[in-house]
């Protein structure tokens, strides 16, 4: 199947890039995702029945730019999110959004993985950077806030399909996170 170029969206948000703002981190792992061929090819099949095999899962968690897209998605995680966008109106383009949901599709399948190899508490971590991933992305326009929405019912669907693995020590952590993230602040009425 004939993958399109990628359109590199960093250089376009971020002319003079401050490193300050995880937002740069967001679209550098995004930009990284639409460059990667394995992860193109294995996103296609991922859905259809019966499923790419553990061994395909595993090559495609270990290509070098999907690890360093995963990587620097969590570093843009650990800082302060702000917009690219100064004042943001209904017709401003955001390239990034739709990318956004390819990587959270990409969490999605790394939390698979590590159901599968019975670590559920860095599975419990990655619903964490999936849940925060998606609310921080709700920044500057009202479409951000449905993209945020979708990545968070991914990370949520596909955990839920793992409930039955959990111990009593991760429901506590489970219990902990969700705890967390119902406290901070909703970012659609900010949008609003």
Same mark, same amino acid.
């Given at each position: &199947?004939?993958? /399109? =170029?990628?359109?590199? /969206?960093?250089?376009?948000? $971020?002319?003079? =890039?401050?490193? %300050? /703002?995880?937002?740069?981190?967001?679209? @550098?792992?995004?930009?990284?995702?639409?460059?990667?061929? +394995?992860?193109?090819? $294995?996103?296609?099949?991922?859905?259809?029945? !019966?499923?790419?095999?553990?061994?395909?899962?595993?090559?495609?968690?270990a290509a =070098? *730019?999907?690890?360093?897209?995963?990587? &620097?998605?969590?570093?843009?995680?650990?800082?302060?999110i702000r917009?690219?966008?100064? &004042? !943001?109106?209904?017709? @401003?383009?955001?390239?990034?959004? =739709?990318? $956004?949901?390819?990587?959270?599709?990409?969490?999605?399948?790394?939390?698979?993985?590590?159901? @599968?190899?019975?670590?559920?508490?860095?599975?419990?971590?990655?619903?964490?950077?999936?849940?925060?991933?998606?609310?921080?992305? %709700?920044?500057?326009?009202?479409?951000?806030?449905?993209?945020?929405?979708?990545?968070? /019912? +991914?990370?949520?669907?596909?955990?839920?399909?793992?409930?039955? %693995?959990?111990?009593?020590?991760?429901?506590? *952590?489970?219990?902990?996170?969700?705890?967390?993230?119902? *406290?901070?602040?909703? !970012?659609?009425?900010?949008?609003?």
């Amino acid at each position: &199947t004939h993958v /399109n =170029p990628p359109s590199p /969206n960093f250089a376009k948000l $971020f002319p003079m =890039p401050t490193g %300050q /703002n995880g937002y740069e981190e967001f679209v @550098t792992a995004a930009d990284l995702t639409e460059s990667s061929r +394995i992860w193109h090819m $294995f996103e296609q099949v991922y859905d259809e029945q !019966p499923g790419p095999t553990l061994e395909r899962t595993r090559s495609v968690l270990a290509a =070098p *730019k999907v690890r360093r897209a995963l990587l &620097t998605l969590r570093a843009g995680l650990r800082k302060r999110i702000r917009s690219p966008r100064e &004042t !943001p109106e209904l017709q @401003t383009l955001v390239p990034e959004l =739709p990318v $956004f949901r390819s990587v959270a599709r990409l969490l999605g399948v790394e939390m698979d993985e590590l159901f @599968t190899d019975g670590q559920t508490s860095k599975a419990i971590d990655c619903l964490n950077d999936g849940l925060s991933f998606g609310r921080d992305v %709700q920044v500057g326009t009202l479409l951000s806030g449905v993209v945020g929405l979708y990545i968070e /019912n +991914i990370t949520l669907s596909t955990f839920s399909h793992h409930l039955n %693995q959990l111990t009593n020590r991760d429901c506590d *952590k489970l219990i902990q996170v969700v705890s967390n993230h119902l *406290k901070r602040p909703d !970012p659609q009425i900010a949008l609003v």
